[in-house]
Structure formats: structure tokens, C-alpha cells
């Protein structure tokens, strides 16, 4: 069993930063990709950001230079950094690892994280 658990959602005002924790635990072999997607209301699911084992990043358009994905392979845990936050960056995050286990390529999901972002 695996599961992932976010942390670090809030209320802010616009322009303000924030960040959010993903600890990934349970038994598998190994996490590959850790991504981040958020869910405004109304509207689907989407990638905001994701990294590879080895590093490698990906971000959607909208977030490209305010965000910065990170993460530790050795605690198995991801970060989004979000700076310059604007009212568009509301809704609920969503961590999401992919794993193996038992030779077989899973994926699980966090239950989400608010993140409001108002004046």
C-alpha cells in the first residue's frame, strides 16, 4: 500500500508565495515521476507541474516562471514552490506519484490541498 500525503495549502493574497509539501510512503520499489496538478472549480484536472527521479521537469504554460517543482528521492517527497500567486491559481493540488511495485507500474493520488488565492 502507498499513499501520498500534501501539505501546505492556504488563503493569500495576490502576489504572495506558497509552498506545498508531497511525502510519498509505504512499500514499493521505487517512485519515478511526482507531479503536482490542481483542480479549479468548474474545470478539470490539470498538470501544473512534474519531475522526474533523475530531475527533470515539466510545467504547464500558465505557471512557467512562478513555480519551481523540486523534489528529495531520499524522503521520497515533493515540493511546489509557487511564487507571484494570482487569483487563476485557485483550486485544490493534487499530488500524484508513480511507482513500482511488485513489477508492476502503479500511480496514486493525495486527497489535495486548498489554495485560495484572493484580495
Known amino acids: 500500500q502507498v499513499q501520498v500525503v500534501e501539505s501546505g495549502g492556504g488563503l493569500l493574497q495576490p502576489g504572495g508565495s506558497l509552498r506545498l509539501s508531497c511525502a510519498a510512503s509505504g512499500t514499493f520499489f521505487v517512485i519515478t515521476t511526482m507531479g503536482w496538478y490542481r483542480q479549479a472549480p468548474g474545470k478539470e484536472r490539470e498538470l501544473v507541474a512534474s519531475t522526474t527521479r533523475s530531475g527533470s521537469t515539466n510545467y504547464a504554460d500558465s505557471v512557467k516562471g512562478r513555480f519551481t517543482i523540486s523534489r528529495d528521492n531520499a524522503k521520497n517527497t515533493v515540493y511546489l514552490q509557487m511564487n507571484s500567486l494570482k487569483s487563476e491559481d485557485t483550486g485544490v493540488y493534487y499530488c500524484?506519484?508513480?511507482?513500482?511495485?511488485?513489477?508492476?507500474?502503479?500511480?496514486?493520488w493525495g486527497q489535495g490541498t486548498q489554495v485560495t488565492v484572493s484580495s
Open positions: 500524484k506519484a508513480d511507482f513500482y511495485s511488485t513489477g508492476n507500474a502503479r500511480s496514486v
